[in-house]
């Protein structure tokens, strides 16, 4: 009896010396990180960064693990990167979570990938402490039409509840592409300039009115045209500036359809390092890079 | 998980640091890293030469076939050296690339095309339908393009689907709106070219400069560094490992 007594009270002790350990580490590496977040601080920091998403089926396959665990790891990833991220400063970050193309896939993926969608919504909802803590605006971006109604009310509601916050913000794009964006802004644009020239008859007295009417509802010269900024007013990301750096993991240096009218001057970097292995260091080479081609890219920007 | 207290306490000790010390330690880490580019633009060098003088028995025969499409991204101030354009067109033809789409965001070698077309003796300039044609062994099509190709042919694209929407009237059922149509209209504007399948950046930095968005869905781009130094072996191992590429498509 008193061996298991001392047994257990050593235990005790050893797992409670561990924990504090544990805790002294995670302060310390928490010091050392922000020490680093304040020297690259001198440089230009950027304000919006995004992230394709790439290689959590592979990091599974690695592992022997099915596919629904690499997407879970991804999820894990992706929180410890925001936190970097909104350490660092950056305002704006925009995750590639689901691409139209992606509706392709096998349907039972799909359908977990649209399970841990609505599951990671609900969480941040209901602790919302979390996004509320960090005061991280949620907006999804992409055709949410496509989405199956209870994720996209999930994240309609998602939505509506951060809309106050104003730290930080997260864009999250689901059912998403640049050209499907485009045709969309474009879409939006037409039936703009066809509401202008309606009001604009309507002040002339255009309509149902006879023919005499001097200038003819016909004459087409005075119409008004669309404009790049009209684009970019209708465009899903116009709730964002462009992004400063385009991050696409595993290796691969294609866009995939992702933020190709947003990306002109943004600092392209592929790390060889898939999804759910990408961290702190990766960040912290991409910011070190955007900081060595910025005085090339604000020329640009400011030429265009 | 980092906790907002954890932040706070730190950030309180380290805004002790003088800033002038930050700096300097900033200073330094590019210091060092710009170093380290130096001493990789060596092993660069060292490797184009092994490349290019055949020691590296791999890069010999090249599936050039499956590079159907080539697009080159230059710096517009870069461009202005026609010369080292020429050069660089003249290494594609040796390797046996079919079709080129240069651009610049200027349009600086858009304005040199006769020029460079005369310098080239076996290029042509890109017509649509060039695609499915069938070309001798030396000829390569060659399509200029620039800003007015990407944003701008976009809305121009964009109001010919209006002016459409406009003749069509209300309570019409004809889907004007797709991807499909918005290809079409961009091809009636004048800027319908394929998309590529491999993009070579030439300037300082990876960024592809306001290439056309809608050729860019699944283009693989690379980036080969400034054109003052430009290399064959560099060139031929971009080509080389472009054809170990194997896309998903999303799937």
């Not at chain 1, 400063?244 to 595993?250: E, G, W």
């Amino acid at each position: 009896m008193g061996r298991f007594l001392v047994n257990f009270f050593c235990k005790e002790t050893m797992e409670k010396e561990a924990r504090i350990t544990e805790g002294y580490w995670h302060r310390f590496s928490s010091f050392l990180r922000n020490c680093m977040f304040n020297v690259l601080s001198v440089g230009p920091v950027p304000n919006h960064i995004a992230f394709i998403m790439d290689g959590n089926r592979r990091y599974a396959k690695k592992r022997n693990l099915p596919v629904g665990n690499g997407h879970k790891a991804g999820f894990s990833s992706l929180l410890w990167i925001l936190g970097y991220c909104y350490e660092l400063g950056v305002k704006y970050v925009t995750i590639y979570a689901f691409s139209i193309d992606n509706f392709k896939r096998r349907p039972s993926e799909v359908q977990t990938l649209m399970d841990l969608m609505l599951e990671k919504i609900e969480e941040m909802l209901k602790e919302e402490s979390i996004v509320n803590k960090y005061g991280i605006r949620l907006c999804f971006i992409g055709n949410l039409k496509l989405l199956s109604d209870h994720v996209r009310e999930a994240a309609e509601r998602a939505m509506k509840v951060t809309a106050k916050n104003d730290r930080a913000v997260l864009l999250i794009c689901v059912a998403y592409t640049s050209t499907d964006e485009i045709v969309h802004a474009v879409e939006e644009s037409c039936e703009d300039k066809l509401d202008q020239s309606r009001a604009v008859g309507k002040i002339n007295g255009w309509g149902n009115h006879s023919d005499n009417d001097q200038t003819s509802p016909k004459d087409h010269k005075h119409d008004p045209v669309i404009k790049v900024v009209d684009l970019e007013n209708r465009m899903y990301m116009a709730v964002a500036p462009d992004p400063d750096i385009l991050v696409r993991s595993s290796g691969e240096t294609r866009l995939s359809n992702f933020l190709l009218w947003q990306s002109s001057y943004s600092q392209l970097y592929c790390p060889a390092a898939l999804w759910p292995d990408l961290g702190l260091w990766h960040l912290v080479w991409a910011v070190l890079s955007y900081q060595r081609s910025y005085p090339y890219l604000q020329k640009k920007r400011k030429q265009q | 998980m980092v906790t907002t207290d954890s932040i706070r306490r730190s950030s309180a000790r380290i805004a002790q640091m003088p800033s002038f010390a930050l700096s300097v330690l900033w200073f330094l880490i590019h210091l060092v890293i710009s170093i380290f580019f130096i001493v990789l633009g060596i092993a660069d060098a060292v490797e184009n030469y092994l490349i290019s003088s055949g020691f590296l028995k791999r890069y010999d025969a090249i599936n050039v076939g499956k590079l159907r499409y080539l697009a080159i991204v230059v710096d517009s101030e870069d461009a202005m050296q026609i010369n080292k354009a020429l050069k660089l067109l003249q290494w594609l033809t040796d390797i046996g690339v079919k079709h080129v789409c240069l651009y610049d965001s200027e349009g600086v070698l858009k304005k040199s095309k006769e020029i460079i077309l005369e310098r080239l003796s076996c290029a042509k300039l890109y017509e649509e339908g060039d695609e499915k044609s069938v070309l001798d062994s030396k000829t390569m099509i060659i399509e200029f393009t620039s800003q007015s190709d990407g944003k701008e042919a976009l809305v121009r694209a964009a109001n010919l689907l209006l002016k459409r929407l406009r003749s069509l009237g209300e309570n019409q059922e004809e889907k004007i709106f797709t991807e499909a149509q918005m290809t079409e209209a961009l091809k009636a504007v004048g800027s319908g070219g394929p998309e590529p399948d491999l993009l070579l950046v030439y300037g300082p930095a990876r960024c592809h400069l306001g290439f056309p968005a809608w050729r860019l869905r699944y283009t693989e781009i690379v980036h080969m560094g400034p054109l003052d130094s430009m290399k064959y072996g560099s060139l031929l191992k971009s080509i080389y490992n472009f054809t170990l590429v194997r896309q998903n498509y999303g799937k």
